[in-house]
């Protein structure tokens, strides 16, 4: 397992320049092989606040903040490793962003959220492709509009989390434990599955055909002939 920290609690984990690399150096880590799960975290009491504001007013840096954002949500969302959010503070706009682009969102009870980019006259354009990649339009739509804040319950009505949980870590804790009991490679094929943009029925099939006939299937189904755990290569 790799875990990666927003840390700058100084400017409320802000997505400056400075932590958007920090994160792509934590994603060059998660990347390696033997990696099989990515949980993105924070240092309290914030997730993350947004673009950082006082950076962005420097119109030369725009550009450049906009691109390893990007880059950060793709990362997030690809790669073999199933990637995990864990969010026991507030999330605004970008930061809303980031935690949709796990495959799986933990948040505490009593987190808030806000996409508030119409308020200073943006749109959220770039976080829009994480976020209506898993919510339906119309569950979102009041939260874009308005910039109004949502509480966890209704972020979980519209799909933007997977679960609430008074302890986040615990909960956290067994997702990756359940992920790790799964075949590296079935469970990479099965990312892709939920990822795709279209599920075509043959090529359904001719991935089913292939991981039945792999050497992982061959170990899941000796171990439950044996009644023993499977032994995975990493």
Do not use: Y
Request: glycine share 8%; hydrophobic share 45%; aromatic share 2%.
């Amino acid at each position: 397992m790799a875990t990666i920290t927003l840390d700058s609690p100084s400017n409320r984990n802000a997505l400056s320049r400075a932590l958007l690399e920090q994160l792509h150096e934590g994603l060059d880590v998660a990347e390696q092989p033997g990696v099989r799960v990515v949980v993105l975290t924070h240092t309290p009491p914030v997730f993350c606040a947004g673009a950082d504001i006082k950076e962005r007013s420097d119109r030369s840096t725009i550009g450049t903040t906009s691109s390893l954002m990007v880059r950060a949500i793709e990362r997030l969302g690809s790669g073999t490793a199933p990637t995990i959010a864990a969010v026991n503070g507030p999330a605004r706009a970008g930061g809303v962003g980031l935690m949709a682009a796990c495959d799986l969102v933990v948040v505490e009870a009593g987190v808030t959220f806000a996409i508030p980019e119409v308020r200073i006259g943006v749109a959220p354009a770039i976080i829009s492709v994480p976020i209506l990649a898993r919510c339906s339009w119309s569950k979102v739509a009041a939260a874009f509009l308005t910039g109004e804040q949502f509480d966890a319950a209704r972020a979980l009505d519209m799909g933007l989390v997977t679960h609430v949980a008074d302890d986040v870590q615990a909960a956290v804790a067994t997702l990756v434990t359940g992920i790790l009991a799964g075949a590296p490679g079935a469970v990479a094929a099965t990312r892709r599955i939920l990822r795709s943009a279209s599920r075509d029925m043959a090529d359904m099939q001719a991935l089913s055909e292939a991981l039945f006939n792999s050497p992982e299937a061959t170990e899941g189904m000796r171990a439950v002939a044996s009644k023993t755990p499977p032994k995975w290569s990493t």
